[in-house]
């Protein structure tokens, strides 16, 4: 789950960057490789204010500026000089602008350099973080079958399945928000609740789903228009519930048996819809772009798409991670704001050989006047891979 998805999708769409239907895609792809993105297995995928874009996957946390890469892995047993697992199952950037991860046995916090691991069962009733959602300044976590945390003002609070507060949910598989009033929306094997509470008293209800989509839910997004789309297999629909559900489509409409895997919203209200057919471009009521592996993708089975703050298409298949810009435009590929020049540490050898050559190669520049909280993420990843190393040496 990515930053502020609503708010990245509204400086786009103030920014005039809308996608053109009938343009060419240009296509960069990454293969996996110490040079690159440390696997293809990627599970999340988040974005600070500044453009960096954290990709969590089953081997470590890959981090890309619009350049270049950092792949970071776990430092077991010295859980604060690194991460708590390779397997990063969730990312999400709270309101200060610091890195929430999740992993099978905990949280990890990157605040301020450091990283902080919370593995307490006092305070999470499972380790299992495979979901994390900000939703104005809360942190709501999906812990394995035990349904929902939120992290709020420095405390937590568990939302126990089929507890008073209402959740029909054991294992949480997707939230979202509603950009237009910040209810949220949980989705399970269950079904889907909401709630559009925020204080101390929360209450969740049953949404009721339209008998158009007959198999379970795969997904959800918030539309940055308003309301939200929910997804499965076969047929995409959208809620606002001033007037309800909406079919938007169904997979024949894209080709008869095609899958659909995942779905974004750009900023001229294009639907790009990831399938195992390559990705389609729905508009208006109609397909208008289709990229496959005649586009450069490489592999028609996507799994995964995410649409970034400079409207690049991310997508996820099976052998590379990717992205797609629509036709020629100004604005560059990479971020507006030059962030970071580093050279890449090698995944295969030690930590003291890596420290020699890595700390002097890192500079940081940052124009952006943009507030964050206590300090840019990135650089405290940074700083925080540098203390590893100077602790490590004993400097």
């Known amino acids: 789950m990515g930053l502020n998805r609503a708010g990245i999708l509204a400086v786009a769409i103030c920014g005039l960057l809308a996608l053109s239907a009938a343009a060419t ?5 990454f293969a996996a490789s110490p040079e690159q993105i440390s696997s293809v297995g990627v599970l999340d995928i988040a974005e600070d204010y500044h453009g960096n874009l954290f990709f969590g996957t089953d081997n470590g946390l890959s981090v890309y500026n619009g350049s270049s890469w950092l792949i970071v892995h776990s430092s077991f047993p010295n859980l604060r000089a690194g991460l708590l697992s390779d397997h990063v199952l969730a990312v999400e ?3 200060d602008g610091n890195l929430w991860m999740g992993f099978p046995n905990g949280i990890e916090r990157l605040e301020g350099g450091s990283f902080i691991p919370l593995q307490d069962q006092q305070l999470l009733k499972s380790l299992d973080i495979h979901g994390l959602l900000l939703r104005n300044r809360e942190m709501w976590v999906s812990a394995g079958t035990a349904g929902l945390h939120r992290y709020r003002n420095g405390t937590w609070r568990w939302f126990q399945p089929g507890g008073p507060e209402g959740l029909g949910c054991n294992y949480v598989t997707a939230m979202a928000t509603d950009p237009s009033d910040n209810t949220l929306y949980v989705v399970c094997r269950e079904g889907i609740w909401f709630t559009d509470a925020t ?4 209450r969740f209800s049953p949404l009721k789903i339209s008998q158009i989509m007959a198999d379970p839910v795969r997904g959800i997004l918030g539309d940055p228009f308003g309301g939200i789309y929910v997804w499965n297999d076969s047929a995409v629909l959208h809620f606002n519930p001033p007037s309800g559900w909406r079919l938007v489509l169904t997979s024949p409409k894209l080709l ?3 899958v659909i895997t995942g779905l974004e919203v750009g900023a001229d209200q294009t639907l790009w819809i990831s399938t195992d057919n390559g990705i389609y471009g729905w508009r208006d009521g109609g397909v208008t772009e289709h990229l496959d592996s005649a586009s450069g993708i490489q592999n028609n089975a996507v799994k995964k798409i995410f649409l970034d703050s400079s409207q690049r298409l991310w997508f996820v298949t099976t052998d590379n991670v990717g992205y797609a810009t629509m036709g020629k435009t100004e604005q560059s590929p990479g971020p507006a704001i030059p962030i970071t020049t580093f050279e890449l ?19 940081v520049t940052s124009t952006s006047e943009r507030p964050l909280g206590p300090q840019d993420p990135l650089t405290g990843f940074l700083e925080g891979i540098r203390g590893f190393f100077s602790r490590l040496l004993g400097g």
């Open 345 to 363: 540490p090698t995944t295969n050898v030690t930590p003291a050989i890596i420290a020699p050559d890595l700390t002097p190669a890192i500079s």
């Open 199 to 202: 204080g101390d008293i929360v």
């Open 256 to 258: 008869t048996g095609v």
């Open 25 to 29: 895609a240009e296509v960069v792809t």
């Open 93 to 95: 950037f709270d309101g």
